[in-house]
């Protein structure tokens, strides 16, 4: 049975809906991207670092990416390895400190950039407007607050 084919019976369970929501939404992401040969993962790392980059004047180390996706080293060099395979990344050798490595996109992501954004933007635009854009907002601030619950619960439980 193919995963799209149900009886529109569901459990009324929250983590049924996240597993699934989460499955449509990177097959969504994996059709959006195929034609730059490019994995969310790898498209949200790019992406994150052109934003360093442009709007905030940083440069970007693995460490600052590991930081802030919080996933590990070696799954963060996996993604900055495959990036640089594809051409869209360089690792560049800090003249201050020859231990630092600076991940910097190439001109090739250069040139893909706003192709990219662009339909990144039509693929959540085109969800906001399906859905309606006051009910989009609610949903979007429901999620927030249900990351912030799930967020919290977690530390509670840490500190037992």
Same mark, same amino acid.
């Given at each position: 049975?193919?995963?799209?084919?149900?009886?529109?019976?569901?459990?009324?369970?929250?983590? !049924?809906?996240?597993?699934?929501?989460?499955?449509? !939404?990177?097959?969504?992401?994996?059709?959006?991207?195929? *034609? !730059?040969?490019?994995?969310?993962?790898?498209?949200? #790392?790019?992406?994150?670092?052109?934003?360093?980059?442009?709007?905030?004047?940083?440069?970007?180390?693995?460490?600052?990416?590991?930081?802030?996706?919080?996933?590990?080293?070696?799954?963060?060099?996996?993604?900055?390895?495959?990036?640089?395979?594809?051409? %869209? #990344?360089?690792?560049?050798?800090?003249? *201050?400190?020859?231990?630092?490595?600076?991940?910097?996109?190439?001109?090739?992501?250069?040139?893909?950039?706003?192709?990219?954004?662009?339909?990144?933007?039509?693929?959540?635009?085109?969800?906001?407007?399906? %859905?309606?854009?006051?009910? %989009?907002?609610?949903?979007?601030?429901?999620?927030?607050?249900?990351?912030?619950?799930?967020?919290?619960?977690?530390?509670?439980?840490?500190?037992?």
């Amino acid at each position: 049975m193919c995963e799209c084919d149900t009886d529109g019976k569901h459990p009324e369970e929250l983590s !049924y809906y996240v597993h699934r929501i989460n499955r449509q !939404y990177e097959k969504l992401r994996v059709l959006e991207l195929q *034609q !730059y040969d490019l994995t969310a993962s790898q498209f949200d #790392v790019l992406f994150w670092i052109f934003r360093r980059q442009d709007r905030d004047k940083l440069e970007t180390m693995q460490k600052d990416i590991e930081r802030y996706f919080r996933i590990s080293n070696p799954s963060v060099s996996g993604i900055i390895s495959r990036l640089e395979q594809k051409g %869209y #990344v360089v690792r560049t050798r800090s003249e *201050q400190d020859r231990r630092i490595w600076y991940i910097r996109p190439t001109e090739k992501a250069r040139g893909i950039q706003k192709s990219l954004w662009e339909a990144h933007l039509e693929t959540e635009d085109r969800l906001r407007r399906e %859905y309606g854009e006051t009910a %989009y907002r609610d949903l979007l601030a429901g999620l927030n607050r249900l990351l912030a619950l799930l967020t919290e619960e977690i530390k509670e439980e840490s500190t037992c």
